[in-house]
C-alpha cells in the first residue's frame, strides 16, 4: 500500500506530459494528478478561484440574513417599550417581547449554523491554497482536499446550536434582553406613578391570575438562564467565521508569541477527514486488476499471499488503501477486470503514508 507512485494530492505535480500546441508543435507542461483526472495547474486555479468566490458569495449571503433577524429583534423591542410607556400601555407587552426576541435569537443561531458552513469552507480554501502561494514554505496540510470534499460530498454544520446561541447571544442579544429588562422594571416603577413599596411592585408586576411575586421569580429564572447559555459556550471554538482568540493555541503560533515555529502552518483551521477504508481483493486477474487501479485510481496496491481452501490454489490477496469516496470507483475497476472477483471493504481507523496524510506530520 505504500507503493504508490502518484498520491492523490492535487498539490503534487504529476508526470509531464506532451501537449500539441496551437502551433502544432509539442509543449511540455506540468499537470497536477487528482485521482486519475490530469489537470494543468491554470486549470485547477481557476476551477478553485470561482469555487472560492461561490462560497464567499454564499457566506456573504447568511451574513445579511444574520443582520436582518437582528433588526427584527431590535425593531419589535423598540415597539414594545413605546406601547409599555404610552397610556394606555400595559408591561405584559414587554413581557410578550422577550418570546419574540428568544424565537428571534433560535432563527438566528439556525442561520449562523448555515453561514458557519459556508464560511467554514472559505476558510480551508484561506489556510490551505492562498496562503500557501503567498508564503511557500507554507505548505497545505496533507487532509485538506479531504476535508474540503467531504463537505461538498456530505455537508454538515461544523458548529453546535448551543455554540451558534451562545455566539450570538454575546454578540447582540445580551445587550437586547438588558434594554428590554430595564424597560420593564422602569415600566413597572414609574407607571402610572412611581411606586412606595416593595408590595405595589409585585401588585403591578402581577398578570391576571399570576401574581407579580411569580411572574418575578421567572424572569429570574430566565435571566439566569441566559446568562449561564452566554458564559458557559465561552470554550466552544468551532466556529471558522470568528475572528477569535482561541484557547489551548500554542504561543508559537501567535503573533507575539516567545518562539517562532519550525515550520509555519495555520494555528487554526478546521479539519474533518473521509472515512478510510482497507480493501481486500481476491481474484485471478491479480496483475490486471492492480495495474488498473494504479494507474486509473492512483493508488498503491500490495500483494500478500494467500490460499483458497476450496479449490487449494494460490492466490494473493491485493490489499488497497482508499477513502469512502473512492470504493465505487474500486469495485467498478474490478468488476470489468473479473466479475467473478471477491472485494472486501473494512473500516480503518488511520491511514498514514504516502498518498494519505503523512507519518512525519503526527504530532
Request: proline residues 7%.
Amino acid at each position: 500500500m505504500s507503493d504508490n507512485p502518484d498520491p492523490a494530492s492535487p498539490f503534487d505535480p504529476g508526470k509531464k506530459t506532451s501537449e500539441t500546441g496551437a502551433s502544432g508543435g509539442d509543449a511540455t507542461e506540468f499537470v497536477w494528478s487528482f485521482r486519475g483526472y490530469r489537470l494543468r495547474a491554470s486549470e485547477f486555479t481557476t476551477a478553485m478561484v470561482h469555487f472560492f468566490r461561490a462560497e464567499v458569495s454564499r457566506a456573504n449571503i447568511w451574513r445579511n440574513r444574520l443582520d436582518t433577524t437582528t433588526n427584527w429583534a431590535v425593531i419589535t423591542t423598540g415597539a414594545a417599550v413605546s406601547i409599555a410607556f404610552s397610556q394606555t400601555g400595559n408591561h405584559a407587552v414587554i413581557l410578550i417581547n422577550i418570546m419574540l426576541v428568544t424565537i428571534f435569537l433560535w432563527i438566528e443561531a439556525r442561520r449562523y449554523r448555515y453561514y458557519e458552513l459556508w464560511s467554514y469552507r472559505v476558510r480551508l480554501m484561506e489556510t490551505d491554497f492562498f496562503a500557501p502561494m503567498l508564503v511557500p514554505p507554507f505548505h497545505p496540510s496533507a487532509d485538506w482536499a479531504d476535508t474540503l470534499s467531504e463537505s461538498l460530498l456530505h455537508p454538515a454544520f461544523p458548529i453546535s446550536t448551543l455554540e451558534a446561541l451562545g455566539r450570538r447571544l454575546r454578540r447582540n442579544y445580551l445587550f437586547i434582553y438588558g434594554i428590554i429588562g430595564a424597560a420593564w422594571i422602569a415600566q413597572l416603577s414609574l407607571y402610572p406613578h412611581p411606586v412606595t413599596s416593595l408590595a405595589e411592585l409585585n401588585k403591578r408586576a402581577a398578570i391576571g391570575p399570576i401574581t407579580g411575586e411569580i411572574v418575578f421569580a421567572i424572569a429570574v429564572l430566565f435571566c439566569l438562564a441566559v446568562i449561564a447559555t452566554g458564559f458557559l459556550t465561552i470554550r466552544l471554538q468551532s466556529a471558522a467565521g470568528e475572528v477569535l482568540p482561541r484557547y489551548g493555541a500554542p504561543m508559537d503560533a501567535i503573533p507575539g508569541g516567545a518562539q517562532p515555529a519550525p515550520r509555519r502552518k495555520a494555528w487554526y483551521r478546521p479539519s474533518r477527514k473521509r472515512t478510510q477504508l482497507l480493501t481486500m481483493i481476491i481474484t485471478s486477474e491479480q496483475a490486471r486488476v492492480s495495474d488498473k487501479i494504479m494507474k486509473e485510481m492512483k493508488r498503491g496496491v500490495t500483494a500478500i499471499p494467500g490460499k483458497g481452501m476450496f479449490t487449494s490454489s494460490e492466490r494473493p490477496i491485493l490489499l488497497c488503501a482508499l477513502t469512502v469516496t473512492e470504493v465505487p470507483h474500486l469495485k467498478a475497476l474490478v468488476a470489468e477486470v473479473d466479475p467473478k472477483a471477491f472485494v472486501i471493504v473494512m473500516p480503518a481507523t488511520e491511514v498514514l503514508g504516502y498518498g494519505f496524510r503523512p507519518l512525519e506530520d503526527e504530532e
